[in-house]
């Protein structure tokens, strides 16, 4: 939680704003191994982290695809919007806008935050337990996507 004072002096505990991102690239998932130091450490998980203040989530979703993978990305679209305050794994209460992409061109190289990255075939992916949060839970939602074609974004 976020503790801030809002104008007329009231204390307020605010919820953090997350991106959390499906990378994809000839049919398969990009997914990093989360190091052992972070929450959830040691799982496979999807690409995200917060939003910085002065960017779009767009922004931010490029952001942190780029620094934990090295890819560029292109055709970003808003599958879920996640508001749920016991998210799995969470020490906070994260808002996650959740992506899906497609990988363009690998250009740099992940920062500290992984220690492997990995694309996998959606019909074989590492085990529920070992994907980190709620992660399983979106990629569970793009395969419904996938197969019903409704509105976005879609109902968590």
Known sequence: MIACTFEDGNPAS?????????????????????????????????????????????????REVMEETGWQIRDIKLLAINDHPNRPGEDRQNIS???VCQATKKTGEPDWESDEQ???????LPPRDVIAFDHADYIDLYR???ADKPALPMPF
């Open 14 to 62: 605010l919820r953090h704003v997350v991106v959390d991102t499906l990378v994809f690239k000839d049919d398969q998932i990009l997914m990093v191994k989360r190091v052992v130091k972070l929450l959830e450490g040691g799982k496979w998980g999807i690409i995200g982290g917060f939003a910085e203040h002065d960017e779009t989530l767009i922004q931010a979703v490029q």
């Open 118 to 124: 990995r694309w996998f075939d959606l019909d074989n």
């Open 144 to 146: 419904r996507y996938m």
């Open 97 to 99: 806008f959740v992506y």
